[in-house]
């Protein structure tokens, strides 16, 4: 003969685990329930007065305990789930074993999503990254006005004529070398000029030297 066994769920707030354990309903007409979390840290009792059911439960959602008191039926038929009075989330569930491991289930789900959320910074923290974020984006602006900057003097350098410290050195040597071709087609001009002058002297010369 199989002995009727009803199963008591709860999230334990020392671990966050879920903790489930099934009780026969012959011991807890007898002396009630203790269920301990494998940790250690929390324990749900369930105490018979030999009318109702006196119950503490710890609850993985607020951390803290809560306390009921359910009629003999509710705890040995059918389900009953526990409402935390913190958070209005069922936070304990005592029935078939199924139907309190499907309810564990989403109970863990939600407790890992609340305490998802309430990973948030601090407030002074906030403030501080915010500050951040607003010098980061100052100095993001300031950083892309200079790089067009030096942009701009590369190619004002690339097309100006002027000598800079990047290319004097060519500019001096092709200034150097402009004058010198000057002075050459200048000394060739005067050389003409003084040719046409010898060749006027000359032609001067000449008729004198036919006047001899
Ligand atoms: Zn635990
Ligand atoms: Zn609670």
């Given at each position: 003969m199989r002995e009727e066994m009803?199963?008591?769920?709860?999230?334990?707030?020392?671990?966050?685990?879920?903790?489930m354990k099934a009780r026969s309903v012959f011991a807890l007409e007898a002396s009630g329930a203790e269920v301990e979390c494998d940790c250690g840290g929390s324990a749900l009792t369930a105490v018979f007065d030999g009318e109702?059911?006196?119950?503490?439960?710890?609850?993985?959602?607020?951390?803290?305990?809560?306390?009921?008191?359910?009629?003999?039926?509710?705890v040995l038929e059918g389900a009953v789930a526990l409402a935390?009075?913190?958070?209005?989330?069922f936070c304990c569930f005592i029935g078939p074993e199924g139907i309190v491991e499907k309810n564990l289930r989403?109970?863990?789900?939600?407790?890992?999503?609340?305490?998802?959320?309430?990973?948030?910074?601090?407030?002074k923290y906030m403030a501080r990254l915010n500050a951040y974020r607003k010098r980061y984006r100052a100095a993001l602006v300031v950083c892309a006005f200079l790089i067009v900057c030096v942009a701009a003097m590369f190619v004002i350098t690339a097309t100006s004529d002027n000598?800079?410290?990047l290319n004097?050195?060519?500019?001096?040597?092709?200034?150097?070398?402009?004058?010198?071709?000057?002075?050459k087609e200048r000394e060739a001009k005067v050389r003409e000029r003084e040719e046409a002058a010898g060749i006027s002297v000359q032609n001067s010369h000449g008729p004198e030297s036919t006047q001899e």
């Open positions: 009803r199963t008591f769920g709860y999230l334990c707030p020392k671990c966050g685990k879920t903790v109702r059911y006196q119950l503490t439960v710890p609850c993985g959602l607020c951390g803290g305990t809560h306390t009921a008191v359910c009629s003999r039926e509710q935390c009075a913190e958070t209005k989330q989403e109970l863990e789900i939600l407790a890992e999503k609340e305490k998802r959320q309430e990973i948030n910074l601090p407030a000598a800079t410290i004097y050195e060519s500019k001096l040597i092709d200034r150097y070398e402009h004058w010198e071709e000057e002075l």
